[in-house]
T-cell receptor
Framework: AQKITQTQPGMFVQEKEAVTLDCTYD???????LFWYKQPSSGEMIFLIY??????QNATEGRYSLNFQKARKSANLVISASQLGDSAMYFC?????????????FGAGTRLFVKA | GAVVSQHPSRVICKSGTSVKIECRSL??????MFWYRQFPKQSLMLMAT?????????EQGVEKDKFLINHASLTLSTLTVTSAHPEDSSFYIC??????????????FGPGTRLLVL
């Protein structure tokens, strides 16, 4: 069975500082993808970053980077130089391979508050 | 990136009525679409996987007779909440998957539909 765990219900960060949002996962699929999405109050799901299970390097997309530790089954999101507009809900997600039916499941989410 | 639309964006209905939500992939063909439900301050819960031309696969605990899914074409899937009750009030989000599984971002989300059942 697939599982995504986000243990931080809420996080605070000072503007311009970096913040790490934790995510651990479990799957029996050898091939899988890990995602982070941002959901502002409007409800839309905004894709941030992707990490494939066979990718050798950690993914980076602008101010977002994914700290992928495969042996520990963790995929933490690092946001550098936080901005007020980063305040939102953040979801870690995993898309399984053939065993998991290629379904994408989500963690419970972490609400990030950026302080001025 | 690819665009997925949902209609309506919000709907208010009376208890006992049925509500249909449409999900369209606008610039790509989606053989598979997913329907999620999100209660306030909670995560997205996968309800069902919709495959074009075949019956939907429902997740455990989701009533197939309550949430009717039809995926009649490669660009359209519909979710009908039948005999809606106040507890069905939620944010429903669809997601469409591009056929090219090798591309990293192959799943695109619609903007969601807020359903309020009075």
């Amino acid at each position: 069975a697939q599982k995504i765990t986000q243990t931080q219900p809420g996080m605070f960060v000072q503007e311009k500082e970096a913040v790490t949002l934790d995510c651990t996962y479990d799957t029996s699929d050898p091939s899988y993808g890990l995602f982070w999405y941002k959901q502002p109050s409007s409800g839309e799901m905004i894709f941030l970053i992707y990490q494939g299970s066979y990718d050798q390097q950690n993914a980076t997309e602008g101010r977002y980077s994914l700290n992928f530790q495969k042996a520990r089954k963790s995929a933490n999101l690092v946001i550098s130089a936080s901005q007020l507009g980063d305040s939102a809900m953040y979801f870690c997600a995993m898309r399984g391979g053939n065993t998991g039916g290629f379904k994408t499941i989500f963690g419970a989410g972490t609400r990030l508050f950026v302080k001025a | 990136g690819a665009v997925v639309s949902q209609h309506p964006s919000r709907v208010i209905c009376k208890s006992g009525t049925s509500v249909k939500i449409e999900c369209r992939s606008l610039d790509f063909q989606a053989t598979t679409m997913f329907w999620y439900r999100q209660f306030p301050k909670q995560s997205l819960m996968l309800m069902a996987t919709s495959n074009e031309g075949s019956k939907a696969t429902y997740e455990q605990g989701v009533e197939k007779d309550k949430f009717l899914i039809n995926h009649a074409s490669l660009t359209l899937s519909t979710l009908t909440v039948t005999s809606a009750h106040p507890e069905d009030s939620s944010f429903y989000i669809c997601s469409a998957r591009d056929q090219d599984l090798l591309r990293k971002e192959t799943q695109y989300f619609g903007p969601g539909t807020r359903l309020l059942v009075l």
